[in-house]
Nanobody, 125 residues
């Protein structure tokens, strides 16, 4: 069964850090572009970051640029989202997604075929 599983979410104070993981099972991420998305209550889902597989190019939404870092470890079949300097407005359910069609260029790509179940991130004092 092809599956993506996110982990690493939780409650953190403003200014804190979390690292989200997106682990794949049933398929290898080597040839897939990976995206991280988030959805806050009452808001539309938004793209946060993505990473290609062809050359490892990374892209970030303006709202997280300089604070979040996406990376991939193909040996562990896992993609990470390091989130630093977290703000209350980062509170959302975070999802990872994978698609071969995003392998070469993922910026703005939203038609991912595989999605995880999401992990809650809450930034609050």
């Amino acid at each position: 069964q092809l599956q993506l599983v996110e982990s690493g979410g939780g409650l953190v104070q403003p200014g804190g850090s979390l690292r989200l993981s997106c682990a794949a099972s049933g398929f290898t991420l080597d040839y897939y572009g990976i995206g991280w998305f988030r959805q806050a209550p009452g808001k539309e889902r938004e793209g946060v970051s993505c990473i290609s597989s062809s050359d490892g190019s990374t892209y970030y939404a303006d709202s997280v640029k300089g604070r979040f870092t996406i990376s991939r470890d193909n040996a562990k079949n896992t993609v990470y989202l390091q989130m630093n300097s977290l703000k209350p407005e980062d509170t959302a359910v975070y999802y990872c997604a994978a698609d071969r069609r995003a392998a070469n260029y993922c910026s703005g790509y939203v038609w991912y075929i595989y999605w995880g179940q999401g992990t809650q991130v809450t930034v609050s004092s």
